[in-house]
């Protein structure tokens, strides 16, 4: 049974490197430019600062899945806070199985009992998830794009 919590650095840093590997390898877009090479300190400060959180989806104690948020300032409404998610990946091995919509849901309702209004996630074009997130409620707001200089 899969279990969805939010935890901190300390606790999941010794579990996630692979599967953040596997989704740096499966969907990071400028793979060809930059190496993965995590700057745990910068999280670290981050988390101090409260502007990280990390939930995530556990099968007993194998971590299968994982949501990091980044809490930053609003720069266009002042006071306010905007929630921005930094990784979304459920390992293969339990992909079809609901774990990511559960773990989105588990997501959204800590984020709503922070009081926060907004959460904008991020999908890539190689991997899209926008019929997902359409599922979810979410709608979509804006187009990125990127050159490699």
């Known amino acids: ?5 939010q ?3 300390y606790s999941v840093r010794g579990d996630v490197e692979n ?3 596997d989704h740096y390898n499966e969907v990071y877009p400028v793979r060809s ?3 993965w090479d995590m700057d745990w300190d910068a999280y670290e400060k981050l988390e101090e600062a409260g502007m990280l959180k990390i939930f995530t ?3 007993g104690d194998t971590l299968v899945g994982y949501l990091w948020v980044l ?3 609003n720069l266009h409404s002042k006071g306010s806070v905007l929630a921005c998610d930094d990784g979304l990946f459920v390992a293969r091995s339990h992909r079809g199985k609901a ?4 773990l989105l849901e588990f997501t959204e309702d800590c984020l709503r ?3 926060l209004k907004v959460f904008h996630i991020v999908g890539t074009t190689e991997k899209p998830i926008n019929s997902f997130m359409n599922r979810m409620g979410y709608v979509e707001i804006e187009t990125k794009f990127q050159k490699v200089l």
């Open 19 to 21: 599967l953040i590997q």
């Open 7 to 9: 935890e901190f650095l």
């Open 57 to 59: 989806a556990r099968d």
């Open 113 to 115: 009992e922070d009081g």
């Open 71 to 73: 809490l930053t300032p």
């Open 99 to 102: 774990v990511a919509k559960k």
């Open 1 to 5: 049974m899969v279990k969805y919590q």
């Open 33 to 35: 430019v930059f190496d």
